[in-house]
């Protein structure tokens, strides 16, 4: 993607035997979501455009205190519901 810093680019070049002197000079003017690709899946260097993601992304930190409040939430609710039925039922049954 898109690199300007002279030792950035001088490990890519270190890293890519076949990345010439022209891709060199555009590293630092690739758009956002353009990339190079060199390497052994492609016969010459090519640029790329890459497409916005359309999964949904994993990897990130989950937030477990949102979680366990959602989750407490959850329990206090069907508590409650299981009190009203269990007060429903009584109430219906039968002296």
Same mark, same amino acid.
């Given at each position: 993607?898109?690199?300007?810093?002279?030792?950035?680019?001088?490990?890519?070049?270190?890293?890519?035997?076949?990345? +010439?002197?022209?891709?060199?000079?555009?590293?630092?003017?690739?758009?956002?979501?353009?990339?190079?690709?060199? +390497?052994?899946?492609?016969?010459?260097?090519?640029?790329?455009?890459?497409?916005?993601?359309?999964?949904?992304?994993?990897?990130?930190?989950?937030?477990?205190?949102?979680?366990?409040?959602?989750?407490?939430?959850?329990?206090?609710?069907?508590?409650?519901?299981?009190?009203?039925?269990?007060?429903?039922?009584?109430?219906?049954?039968?002296?």
């Amino acid at each position: 993607m898109q690199i300007t810093n002279l030792v950035d680019q001088r490990a890519v070049v270190e890293a890519s035997e076949r990345l +010439g002197h022209e891709l060199l000079q555009d590293l630092p003017s690739l758009a956002r979501g353009e990339a190079v690709v060199v +390497g052994e899946v492609v016969n010459i260097p090519a640029i790329i455009k890459v497409r916005k993601r359309k999964s949904w992304e994993g990897g990130a930190d989950i937030d477990v205190e949102q979680l366990l409040d959602e989750s407490l939430k959850e329990f206090a609710e069907n508590e409650k519901n299981e009190l009203e039925w269990l007060d429903y039922k009584e109430r219906s049954e039968p002296p």
